[in-house]
């Protein structure tokens, strides 16, 4: 190799080389910046977490109890649930005084219940868990402190016999209580039962899970947009719509956690009232 040949070697190595470290620390560059903006992303990114319901502190309250020990006297109520044992609700239920009942928003919600003070109370026994499905109403023709147990602002439950049994002796009648809101677990997703016509749909909202309770609700039809739908009474929301012959979908917001969770293609588009629609989400 002669001496231009030489030059031109170590030019062309030192070029090439500084290229390569260049190439190199560029890449290195890009990495760190694109790692950078990784973390920017994720750091500046919201988290999306399901709600969970958490207990309310307890308070002091009375509880009575009504029919009897088969919990007959509980199916219907106020609520709309109908049959308490199909609808998944069994006997470990309560009627709340107008106070808690919250114009029938209050539907569904869960409390634990533990006896207290009283003679009557059974030892051993923490708490039982109610549902609520009914209202318990005033009774104006008594004083509120002696048989007007429901009349406000007192705050009762009148429980489904079976379950004050699991409390108190029910020869008590009535016993102070301890009660505390909550979380419902439910098994499965969200269920609604059609009521109404081909121009007004009346749905029943039942087994609702975390708070137990709802405060808005929409339907969309496969050919519609979101439709309001107007709070009836206990439990139950209804559209004036004309939504027969398409699938339904139902978006409903939670009374307590506000939290709103979306039901997809719940009844399918022969779907018909008097029969019970099952989801596969529900609220924690």
């Known amino acids: 190799m002669n001496v231009s040949e030489k030059h031109a070697f170590r030019f062309s190595e030192s070029f090439f080389g500084r290229v390569a470290m260049s190439f190199s620390l560029n890449s290195w560059s890009l990495v760190f910046l694109l790692m950078t903006l990784t973390a920017l992303a994720i750091i500046g990114k919201p988290s999306v977490a399901a709600v969970v319901y958490r207990p ?30 199909s609808n998944g609700y069994g006997i470990d239920t309560a009627a709340l005084s107008t106070t808690l009942f919250n114009n029938g928003f209050a539907c569904g919600t869960c409390y634990q219940i533990k006896c207290v003070k009283s003679p009557w109370c059974y030892s051993g026994v923490q708490f039982t868990t109610v549902t609520a499905t009914n209202l318990c109403p005033p009774n104006w023709a008594k004083d509120t402190n002696n048989g007007g147990w429901c009349n406000p602002p007192r705050v009762h439950f009148d429980m489904s016999k079976p379950a004050f049994m699991k409390i108190a002796q029910w020869k008590a009648g009535i016993v102070p209580i301890m009660y ?105």
């Open 180 to 284: 505390r809101r909550v979380p419902c677990i439910r098994r499965g997703g969200l269920r609604f039962y059609f009521q109404g016509n081909g121009y007004w749909l009346l749905v029943y909202v039942m087994n609702v899970g975390g708070g137990g309770d709802i405060a808005k609700m929409w339907v969309k039809g496969s050919k519609t947009g979101w439709i309001s739908m107007s709070h009836n009474w206990g439990a139950s929301y209804q559209a004036f719509a004309t939504l027969t012959g398409q699938s339904l979908s139902f978006k409903i917001t939670s009374y307590t956690s506000k939290e709103t969770i979306i039901c997809w293609n719940v009844a399918p588009a022969n779907w018909n009232v008097g029969l019970t629609y099952k989801s596969n989400v529900n609220f924690h």
């Open 56 to 85: 309310s502190p307890w308070a002091l309250a009375h509880a009575t109890f009504y029919g009897d020990e088969t919990a007959s006297e509980t199916m219907g109520g106020a609520c709309g649930y109908a049959n308490l044992f």
